[in-house]
């Protein structure tokens, strides 16, 4: 069922910019992409999502590629406190399919 | 806060029982989405209703079952629980039937013995 493809892990410097990459060759024209993160074992977060354009909200950037194959989500600045499971998900109808995930460790 | 509120927080049981576990939708949200986190499946969607009905289905067991009630709140009834059952079940809400962002509660963490 998964539709995305992540790096299990990452770590980040804290005050850099994280980089997180998601796979998504299968995505059709009209299915949106999707990132949310969960802290711990909290509920997961929206941050922000995207069809073809690229994004920016307060919390991060996302861009995807002009294939929409892949896309990748920007946090500009990394805290601490950004330390999480990232989840890259495409929607399909209704239905959101989460992949495994990202876990971001950002680093003092 | 996302302002989801799900009861109870810890629900421990054994094998073959029954267990109901609830979930009330931020104030105006008229959709209600049930996922189930375990350890070796991630994050999967149950069910979907929106404004009492039943709207999308996806990894749902025949013997779970969920339904919304006019005040909006949804309960999500599990049975004949097996081992496997063991996980965290998250309840989300959204203002519209397809809304972009789904606001998460804090999940009911099952444990089946």
């Known amino acids: 069922d998964a539709k995305t493809t992540q790096p299990p892990s990452m770590d980040c410097a804290e005050g850099r910019a994280a980089n997180l990459p998601c796979n998504h060759s299968?995505?059709?024209?009209?299915?949106?992409v999707y990132w949310y993160r969960q802290i711990h074992s909290q509920g997961p977060q929206y941050i922000i999502h995207?069809?073809?354009n690229n994004e920016t909200n307060e919390m991060a950037s996302l861009i995807i590629t002009e294939d929409r194959k892949s896309s990748t989500l920007i946090l500009p600045h990394a805290t601490l406190r950004d330390t999480a499971v990232y989840y890259c998900?495409?929607?399909?109808?209704?239905?959101?399919?989460f992949g495994t995930g990202t876990s971001l460790t950002v680093i003092p | 806060d996302s302002g989801v509120t799900q009861t109870p927080k810890h629900l421990i049981t054994a094998t073959g029982q029954r267990v109901t576990l609830r979930c009330s939708p931020r104030s105006g949200d008229l959709s209600v989405y049930w996922y189930q986190q375990s350890l070796d499946q991630g994050l999967q969607f149950l069910i979907q209703y929106y404004n009492g009905e039943e709207r999308a289905k996806g990894n749902i067991l025949e013997r779970f079952s969920a339904q919304q009630f006019p005040d909006l709140h949804s309960e999500l009834n599990l049975s004949s629980l097996e081992l496997g059952d063991s996980a965290l079940y998250f309840c989300?809400?959204?203002?519209?039937?397809?809304?972009?962002?789904?606001?998460f509660g804090p999940g009911t963490r099952l444990t089946v013995t």
């Open positions: 995207g069809l073809k």
């Open positions: 998900i495409v929607r399909v109808g209704n239905q959101f399919y």
């Open positions: 299968t995505i059709s024209g009209n299915e949106y």
């Open positions: 989300a809400s959204s203002g519209l039937a397809s809304s972009y962002e789904q606001y």
